[in-house]
């Protein structure tokens, strides 16, 4: 399968507790991006990579949130001390670098911190 | 304030008629346009899309319609089928997506009754 994957698939934490995803885009895609999204609401744009470059952050990605795509190809999303506020699903999407070109999103990340 | 708008959260169509969703824009640099299905659990799944230079574009039982001036545009499902029930989202971008974000609706939940 050559999709968008997303690891793990549900994460359950205590408030105060770092959590980490992980998401691996399509092969050829240069582009990779984080989205969250919560109960009625869309997809809400927290970050993007070009390659292993950072060059979008959403005001929504507080100091909390780190992410990091090292190699230019798998993704990490990283959030310290986690909130009640956080829980979520975090999606991850990647595309290919040219104009009109659409995004696909992996199955997300449910997060629920307790 | 939300630049990508569907005011419908809902609708309900009957086997094999017609489904229109809505969608509204207020950012006048907005040049491409797509729309996304998501089942529950899933990622969103892309559908179609629409650059700013048409106002119109198909592909099988989808058509999605641009109105520029109205800042409207309109996904058309026909026929309609039970398999199609899911939430829709708009989403929009500037400079055909090379800016990087997408920007999303609440999303239309649609049921499509045998």
């Known amino acids: 399968d050559t999709g968008v994957s997303q690891d793990p698939r549900h994460k359950i934490t205590k408030r105060g507790q770092n959590v980490t995803f992980r998401c691996d885009p399509i092969?050829?895609?240069?582009?990779l991006y984080w989205y969250r999204q919560t109960l009625g609401q869309g997809p809400e744009f927290l970050t993007y990579?070009?390659?292993?470059?950072?060059?979008?952050k959403s005001r929504l990605l507080s100091d909390r949130f780190s992410a990091e795509r090292p190699k230019g190809s798998f993704s990490t999303l990283e959030i310290q001390r986690t909130e009640q506020g956080d829980s979520a699903m975090y999606l991850c999407?990647?595309?290919?670098?040219?104009?009109?070109?659409?995004?696909?999103f992996g199955p997300g990340t449910r997060l629920t911190v307790l | 304030d939300q630049q990508v708008k569907q005011n419908s959260p809902s609708l309900s169509v009957q086997e094999g008629r017609i489904s229109i969703l809505n969608c509204d824009y207020t950012n006048s640099m907005f040049d491409y346009f797509l729309w996304y299905k998501k089942y529950p659990a899933e990622g969103p799944t892309f559908l179609i899309s629409i650059s700013s230079i048409k106002d119109k574009n198909e592909d099988g039982r989808f058509t999605v319609f641009l109105n520029k001036s109205a800042k409207h545009l309109s996904l058309h499902i026909v026929p309609s089928q039970p398999g199609d029930s899911a939430v829709y989202f708009c989403a929009a971008s500037v400079d055909g997506g090379s800016q990087g974000n997408l920007i999303f609706g609440k999303g239309t939940k649609l049921s499509v009754k045998p």
């Open positions: 990579f070009q390659n292993e470059a950072q060059l979008e």
């Open positions: 999407a990647s595309s290919l670098d040219f104009m009109d070109n659409e995004q696909f």
């Open positions: 092969s050829e895609h240069n582009r």
